[in-house]
């Protein structure tokens, strides 16, 4: 085989990224849990996104409304002489895809998106022929698919049916009296057009397929038919990418020099095929190097106008002049043919499965929170069916990263939008676009996607911690910030997750708070206290507010963080039922490792507030629902379990330090706590002073204010 130093370096520019960016397959054994995702479509954006989830251990179901022949969505409909037009370094639709060329074919797409669905281990989580007609959820928040709970309660959709569905086939007038063949621009497989006029009518993406296949069966002349003139670029990485770094997505006064660069270095002699009133970032152009090379060569024409209707031969085409508006007079003529291959692309999936209120005006797809996320319920991802027109591609990072977009605002309230700020991110972008020709979110550049993603961290402080997607050994923060797959399983398993009994389980909890890793740490934390449960301790306190117990979880990092190694026992547990009250004596040693010899044995009284929920009905083995279930107190991270006994969960923590105690932490070997005792004994000697002293204050108390002896007795007794 011969050497192409290029494809080497670019292979090894994909092995790189694979082992930096690639989330770790599951085993086959792995039983995931944490949030449970519904992905709507088995396309490259739903295997992509689905493949993420899996990879950081969250549980997900695709549903399928084909059967497997579907995986990979509109490229599993397309042509086989079709492919990437744009080259596939700006198509890496997931960090592990391996492409063999820059452009590649429809085969190999389908091949590493099927790979990429058994690599995960999908194949078990994919429901085939289950279309999607309804996502709901119940009163606790779960989502419901189809109201069958059979398929078991998820905890956010993330809908991937993309913009293409079924083929668009208008009926044109007299279309009947045409003798020669009439096609779809997807269903060319098998048919040849060697020797033959073929008329394409349309002059979209659709149009660029029909071109692939007319090129390769050598037909003897190609008629394109459009309505319109559409930008056409070069198939060129460097240009397309530089055509997306337009970060304000809309034309602006600089637009001219793009314009001006593609009418005299490409269009050439051609520059009348341009555009004349839209600008190029107006509409998604056509990726295509072909068509003018064929124009130049005289096999194939470009026609501006309208389509009148069919005749026998061919075509009744009314042809318009530059400038003249869709619809507008023009000379009719007759374009002969043997075979019209009509481009007019794909009917758009519908969106209809989704909650009514989604959809309420003015905040509409696609003006939803960075164009995927419906205000009204952050727990939908509407990943690649929401856009109109673009420049940059469908298939590259963005995938992943609005997919852990979803897991982030799924796990941690406190980095979650607010409805209210998401409408106003819609109306700050629509002003900063209400002067572009089109809808603010019906254009948009890749530049201008990815300062969405980098203004959505960086506005808010709580998403910082997410920010870096490769830590130490590729562990992305996904996996630092809650525990890996089966790490929900651990703690579910022997009843060691929940809370029935305070007084003999509060000793584990406490051990695994002090002494875990950060992952155990965190699922403790969320399976034990409810999401607004508050901290007090005498150097730091969180409060009370939903999402407060990501601040406890810092906290013991923290602590744990300064003392690795906590020597730590349980010396008594007592539990007030009537008030739902423990009593926790602890002792322990605590070293900072970075303070030479420092060493603090202090002894404290834990005082938790519980709260008692009654058991949810057993659920269904299929179903494992690992999502927060509402309930009065709030919303609680239950795991499934068939006990009658209530279970219990931690709404306030009260370290509670007597004053010498709390001194240790600041001084060693018992100086400050020294002179504390010291101070103390002086405080019993001035007591006794004061008592001799001020006698008769408490005679006159017993015995004028409080009356005779027996009295006072007799009302002590009374209480």
């Known amino acids: 085989m011969e050497f192409h130093p290029v494809l080497w370096v670019y292979s090894l520019i994909q092995w790189v990224l694979d082992k930096l960016f690639s989330p770790t397959p599951p085993s086959p054994k ?16 739903g295997v992509s996104s689905a493949s993420h989830c899996v990879g950081h251990g969250f549980e997900v179901t695709i549903f399928e409304a084909g059967d497997e022949k579907s995986i990979g969505g ?9 492919g990437l037009q744009i080259h596939s370094i700006m198509y890496r639709f997931h960090p592990s895809i391996r492409w063999a060329d820059g452009y590649p074919d429809r085969q190999q797409i389908v091949s590493q998106i099927t790979q990429l669905w058994k690599r995960y281990g999908l194949q078990e989580r994919t429901r085939f022929e289950t279309r999607v007609t309804s996502a709901r959820q119940d009163k606790s928040g779960r989502w419901i698919i189809n109201n069958d709970l059979s398929f078991g309660y998820f905890d956010g959709v993330l809908a ?3 913009t293409c569905g079924d083929p668009k086939i208008p009926h044109m007038p007299n279309q009947e009296a045409f003798k020669g ?3 779809h621009s997807s269903k ?6 060697a020797g033959k006029k073929v008329l394409i009518i349309g002059g979209g993406a659709s149009a660029v397929e029909a071109l692939e296949f007319v090129v390769h069966t050598n037909a003897s002349s190609t008629s394109v038919l459009a309505r319109s003139d559409k930008w056409i670029i070069p198939r060129n990485a460097f240009v397309d990418m530089l055509l997306a770094m337009n970060i304000f997505g809309q034309e602006t006064i600089f637009s001219w020099i793009p314009e ?41 024409e470009w026609l501006r106008g309208d389509i009148v209707g069919f005749s026998e031969n061919g075509i009744r085409f009314r042809q318009r002049a530059k400038g003249v508006p869709k619809g507008g007079p023009g000379r009719e003529i007759e374009v002969k043919g043997d075979m019209v291959i009509m481009a007019t692309g794909y009917q758009r999936p519908s969106l209809s499965f989704l909650p009514p209120q989604v959809f309420e005006e003015p905040y509409h797809p696609p003006k939803w929170y960075l164009q995927v996320f419906p205000p009204r319920n952050v727990s939908i991802c509407c990943n690649n069916c929401t856009y109109v027109n673009a420049i940059g591609t469908v298939g590259n990072y963005h995938i ?8 982030m605002f799924l796990v941690d309230p406190l980095a979650r939008p607010q409805e209210y700020w998401m409408k106003r991110w819609i109306d700050m972008t629509s002003f900063l676009k209400s002067k572009a020709p ?18 959505c961290i960086a506005i808010n402080p709580f998403r910082w911690k997410w920010a870096p997607d490769v830590k130490v050994r590729y562990t992305t923060w996904l996996d630092t910030l809650i525990p890996p797959a089966g790490k929900f399983n651990y703690f579910s398993r022997g009843g060691i997750g929940i809370m029935e009994d305070p007084v003999a389980e509060i000793p584990r909890v406490i051990r695994l708070l002090t002494q875990s890793q950060p992952s155990i740490q965190r699922a403790t934390i969320e399976k034990y206290f409810t999401p607004s449960a508050s901290f007090t301790h005498p150097i730091c306190r969180t409060g009370s507010y939903e999402g407060s117990r990501w601040l406890i979880w810092c906290i013991y990092r923290w602590y744990k963080i300064m003392s690795p190694r906590i020597k730590i026992s349980i010396d008594g547990v007592a539990y007030d039922e009537k008030n739902r009250t423990l009593y926790v004596d602890i002792h322990q040693v605590f070293r900072i490792w970075i303070i030479p010899f420092y060493s603090a044995p202090v002894s404290l009284t834990t005082v938790l507030k519980l709260i008692r929920d009654q058991p949810l009905p057993p659920q269904p083995s299929y179903s494992t629902p690992i999502n927060p279930n509402e309930s009065r107190h709030g919303t609680l991270n239950r795991p499934t379990t068939s006990s009658e006994k209530p279970l219990y969960y931690i709404q306030s923590q009260n370290d509670l330090y007597q004053v010498n105690e709390l001194l240790k932490f600041f001084s060693q070997f018992g100086v400050l706590s020294g002179l504390l005792m010291l101070w103390q004994f002086i405080a019993t000697a001035l007591c006794v002073v004061g008592a001799t002293v001020f006698w008769p204050v408490s005679w006159v108390e017993q015995n004028v204010v409080g009356g005779n002896k027996e009295r006072s007795i007799a009302e002590a007794a009374r209480g």
């Open 188 to 193: 060319l497989d098998g048919k040849t057009a």
């Open 260 to 300: 001006t660069l593609l009418k005299k270095l490409f269009y050439r002699d051609l520059e009348d095929l341009a555009p004349t009133s839209d600008g190029l970032f107006t509409e998604t152009p056509m990726v295509n190097s072909d068509i003018f090379r064929q124009i130049r060569n005289h096999n194939a």
């Open 160 to 162: 991937a049916v993309g």
């Open 438 to 455: 089109t809808g603010a979110f019906d254009f948009f550049t890749y530049s201008e996607l990815l300062y969405w993603f980098v203004f």
């Open 74 to 82: 509109i490229w599993s409909r397309v042509n086989n002489t079709s």
């Open 30 to 45: 792995a039983t995931l849990g944490r949030p449970r995702i519904a992905i709507i479509g088995a396309g490259l954006t």
């Open 181 to 183: 063949e009439i096609f």
């Open 400 to 407: 992943g990263i609005y997919t852990r977009l979803l897991l």
